[in-house]
Nanobody
Framework: QVQLVESGGGLVQAGGSLRLSCAASGGFYTVMGWYRQAPGKQRELVAGITSIGVTNYADSVKGRFTISRDNAKNTVYLQMNSLKPEDTAVYYC????????WGQGTQVTVSS
């Protein structure tokens, strides 16, 4: 059964940190990543990572966010530092295994 389950969202003050986790089941995903969607905006890529650790980031989070994955645990992480109010969004875990799969989303709210 294919499933992506996020955890780690919450409320944090500007300048703070959060760590998101996404546990995947149902097989190995060649690409995993995080997207986010703020109210009234389209879903956008935050960061992605391949099975061999090649990463890419949105310009808005470079230098502040770090994506990593543990292939043995089939889990992907997003360490978010120096958070800003504009990072407030629902964050979705994404996995690609023959097609796209999505988690249910976790809310991240950054207060000013």
């Amino acid at each position: 059964q294919v499933q992506l389950v996020e955890s780690g969202g919450g409320l944090v003050q500007a300048g703070g940190s959060l760590r998101l986790s996404c546990a995947a089941s149902g097989g190995f995903y060649t690409v995993m990543g995080w997207y986010r969607q703020a109210p009234g905006k389209q879903r956008e890529l935050v960061a992605g990572i391949t099975s061999i650790g090649v990463t890419n980031y949105a310009d808005s989070v470079k230098g502040r966010f770090t994506i990593s994955r543990d292939n043995a645990k089939n889990t992907v992480y997003l360490q978010m530092n120096s958070l800003k109010p504009e990072d407030t969004a629902v964050y979705y875990c994404h996995g690609y295994r023959l097609r796209d799969y999505w988690g249910q989303g976790t809310q991240v709210t950054v207060s000013s």
